[in-house]
């Protein structure tokens, strides 16, 4: 029983720096448009690198559709939730009871005592 315990605690902490490199390599994933050095580019620079080289811009153009398209698949979900959320809520204020409104009471006159004079 040992050994199984000592084999088992020996793999969990071998595996443990496999998993810190997948996560390095998803993290260093470089996209076309943010390479290293150009945030230093000027606007013209940067119009005059995609226009030398086409394959560039046409990978830009192509990741910019993609994120184009998953903003509008994000909105047109956020809009069906809301009038689903809007739709649900109607439906519960129609099949509410009506709330019943209490009658009005009169207010009873309290007396004020008076102290008298006498000690």
């Known amino acids: 029983m040992r050994k199984l315990l000592v084999l088992l605690s020996a793999l969990l902490l071998g595996s443990a720096p496999a998993w810190a490199q997948d996560d390095a390599k998803a993290a260093a994933i470089i996209t076309p448009t943010s390479l290293p050095g150009e945030?230093?580019?000027?606007a013209q620079e940067r119009a005059e690198r995609d226009f030398l080289m086409p394959t560039r811009r046409k990978r830009a153009a192509a990741i910019e559709a993609v994120e184009e398209k998953a903003r509008a698949a994000e909105a047109a979900?956020?809009?069906t939730a809301k009038a689903?959320?809007?739709a649900a809520q109607v439906e519960a204020e129609k099949?509410?009871?009506?709330?019943?409104?209490?009658a009005p009471t009169e207010e009873r006159k309290k007396g004020v005592k008076h102290k008298t004079g006498r000690r």
């Open 39 to 42: 945030e230093e580019l000027s």
């Open 77 to 79: 979900i956020e809009a």
């Open 84 to 86: 689903a959320r809007l």
């Open 95 to 102: 099949n509410a009871p009506p709330v019943p409104v209490p």
